[in-house]
């Protein structure tokens, strides 16, 4: 079955650029809309933007457009998040999530375990 | 932006009762309408699609309602798996979720 797990830095620097890495396994990433999801501890979810596979297509929240960037490798299997001139307010978990259809928006079926990132001063 | 309301925000109840979680959409999101449900230090995991479309795998317990502006989540028995948060997710207009209903044990 498909498997996703982030990965990348837990400590990023105030005013600096947070990159991070989603491995997909046990399946393709095509045709697929993979998309990053961040939850500051012991609060909500908020969708941060999604990437198709196949073309490259994005969509970002548009709260944080200006800050986000997202790209794919196919030839290794996974899609990437930055996000730039991160503050305080940057700091949560990170997930990394599949969406369950391409026809249209739709709710995400599976998720990796999540990545903590720190943003430091 | 379309804003998700979750109530109640917390919700103590035992084991076998009905528990019913409401969702408010701040404008109509037709049947475009997921919950998840999280334990503490785990991923959301996703129970149902278009409002009322059980996941593959998820017990027949739960059940979702609504459409429009307005939806609920149901457990028809609460079982001890089921204390946990619950997150409902609007996904007509871009991607947002409701603030979450913690069901705690009462």
């Known amino acids: 079955q498909v498997q996703l797990q982030e990965s990348g830095p837990g400590l990023v620097k105030l005013s600096e650029t947070l990159s991070l890495t989603c491995i997909v396994s046990?399946?393709?990433?095509?045709?697929?809309?993979w998309t990053w999801i961040r939850q500051p501890a012991g609060k909500g979810l908020e969708w941060i933007g999604r990437?198709?596979?196949?073309?490259?297509?994005?969509n970002y929240n548009p709260s944080l457009k200006s800050r986000v960037s997202m790209s794919v490798d196919m030839s290794k299997d996974q899609f990437s998040l930055m996000l730039t001139s991160v503050t305080a307010a940057d700091t949560a978990m990170y997930y990394c999530?599949?969406?369950?259809?391409?026809?249209?928006?739709?709710?995400?079926?599976?998720w990796g375990q999540g990545t903590m990132v720190t943003v430091s001063s | 932006d379309i804003q998700m309301t979750q109530s109640p925000s917390t919700l103590s109840a035992s084991v076998g009762d009905r528990v019913t979680i409401t969702c408010r959409a701040s404008?109509?999101?037709?049947?475009?309408l997921a919950w998840y449900q999280q334990k503490p230090g785990k991923a959301p995991k996703l129970l149902i699609y278009?409002?009322?479309t059980l996941e593959s795998g998820v017990p027949s317990r739960f059940s979702g309602s609504g459409s429009g502006t307005e939806f609920t989540l149901t457990i028809s028995s609460l079982q001890p798996d089921d204390f946990a948060t619950y997150y409902c997710?609007?996904?007509?207009?871009?991607?947002?979720f409701g603030q979450g209903t913690k069901v705690e044990i009462k």
């Open positions: 404008q109509s999101i037709s049947d475009w």
């Open positions: 997710q609007q996904y007509n207009d871009y991607w947002t």
């Open positions: 278009k409002a009322s």
């Open positions: 999530a599949r969406e369950r259809e391409l026809l249209r928006g739709d709710a995400f079926d599976i």
């Open positions: 990437i198709y596979a196949s073309s490259g297509n994005t």
């Open positions: 046990g399946g393709s990433i095509n045709s697929y809309y």
